[in-house]
């Protein structure tokens, strides 16, 4: 479509980070292109590779979905369906087709179910071969689910509930000594606990080498994690000791990923008697500096240097607006409790700051000074300042999680709340500003995702009767038996897997999209196959079932057809024309396409 669209930099991950740009490095990517937001142009810039590996994740999604439907429900036509489901689907497509995280968290979360789906079967044959390879094999998958994006956390625990369902059984198997008990305990602690934490930490200390240069985001960590990035003003640097008047200072927050203090000439509160606001401020700028001086303006800058002493008394003054630093008894716009004399307001996504007598002493009220300018003063090395591995891998996830946390939505983005997600609601622009330009609109195929939502309901109603038929006593022999053991294992785990990827996103407070229900989408889809293997089996024969299987795939073809322009590019007037060729397909108002 003659664009390229990418994560920005505070959704990329480390592993994320670090396999696209494997990517585009083996395929003559430069590394000049910024990616600083969707929809770029990437003119002369070689992305193919880029967009290769993601793509190539992204298509293993199908053969995953088979796979694991496969083994849960025990029925060739019940893994074509949900297969189908994300063939066709043009939402899935449209997230693989671009440089996202998406398809590779997507590739490791199906990765780490299979490999614990395929471990399971292995119950026979324990401590074999087989069995220790997928058992480690998840455990890769798991650190990669994690090393992608944080919602990586939902795999591993529905692996976790797996494996301890697993080890309960196990304890129940009166022929298993306790021996062979702990035996089986240690393996999985080794495969699912310890290699996944030890290769996420790898990937850190890969990153920490590979990506040991200064850059736009310095501002977010301490001074002493700053000290070890090459360019940075602290990476190899000298300074004063201690602090005397008449220096030149920045004053850094102590609180990870805390600000710089910063004054810039915009005003508040707004009106008469105005006053210069102060903010934290997360960038390096020349609005951070300040001079040190005495209360009473007697500095002596002729002489020699007087040391500042603890529990002096100092002004600092900017140095750029030449304004001194003060409080004034003026509420702040967000710190509204007690505090009685703020320093400032709000402004420009900056973090606010405020002056109060009744904080008590934290890393929030503390600060450190982390340049400091005085020819007068003899200078010592940093050095002694660069941190432990464990640390710098402590502050980068602090930096992360609040970076994570702390999202708001942009001018004109659109958000969406989790209950639109499963009802198709509202999609994602991705592409596209005019009629003659190709636009890409990130939507699930509506007949997919609403039938993922209808299979769900009737799981959901199946398992009720099931469970009460059983808690009745009523008797299951032969292939009714069977069909309730997939029915409540193979079909509960994956509702287990929806239920995880999906409602934990009601209790986040930070900016969600559309595109965070996909991994949640991918068990509705493999819930589907096998609600569906469980109907038809209850009432037809496998031929008629078969027959079945691939006249929906016949069906989701020709859906696929029509709304195959979402993915690939839509051109001429915006559907709430009628002369557009996507006016018959906006069956909600919500679509903006």
Known sequence: SGFLLCVTQKDVSTLTQMLIGLAGYLTGYDGSFPFIKPGDKYEHHNYLGMRAFCAALGSCLPPFTFLIVLELSRSTPAAIIAASLLIFDTGCITLSQYILLDPILMFFIMGSVLCMVRFNTQRLRPFSFSWWFWLLLAGVCLSGSLGVKFVGLFVILLVGINTAFDLWRLLGDLSLSLVDFGKHLLARVFGLIMLPLFLYTTIFAVHFV????????????????????????????????????????????????????????????EGVGAHQQVTA??????????????????????????????GDIIRLEHRVRIRNLHSHFHEAPLTKNTCRSPVMALGWEQVEVTCSPYVKESPNTQWNIEDLINPKLPNISLSVLKPTFLEILWESHIVMIRGNSGLKPKDNEMNSKPWHWPINYQGLRFSGVNETEYRVYLLGNPVIWWLNLLSLALFVLMLTVASLAKQR???????????????????GMLLLGWLLHY????????????????????FSSMLTGTTANQITKATAYFKIFLSYGFSMDWKLINYFYLFHPLSYGMRGPLAHDPASSMAGLRWMESWEF
């Open 503 to 522: 409602l934990p996103f009601y209790i986040m407070s930070r900016i969600l999209y559309y595109h965070h229900y996909f991994p949640a989408m991918l």
């Open 210 to 269: 590979v990506l040991n240069r200064s850059g736009p985001g310095d501002g977010f960590f301490s001074s002493s994690f700053q000290s070890r990035l090459i360019g940075n003003n602290l990476h190899n640097a000298s300074m004063p000791e201690y602090l005397a008047y008449g220096s030149l200072i920045t004053v850094k927050n102590l609180r990870i990923a805390g600000g710089y203090l910063h004054s810039h000439w915009h005003l508040y509160p």
């Open 281 to 310: 401020y997360l960038h390096k700028d020349y609005n951070n500096l300040w001079l040190v001086k005495r209360p009473d303006n007697s500095d002596d800058l002729t002489g020699p240097p007087e040391l500042v002493h603890h």
């Open 473 to 491: 006593g009523v008797k299951m022999e032969g292939m009714r038996k069977v069909h309730c053991q997939i029915l409540m294992e193979g079909g």
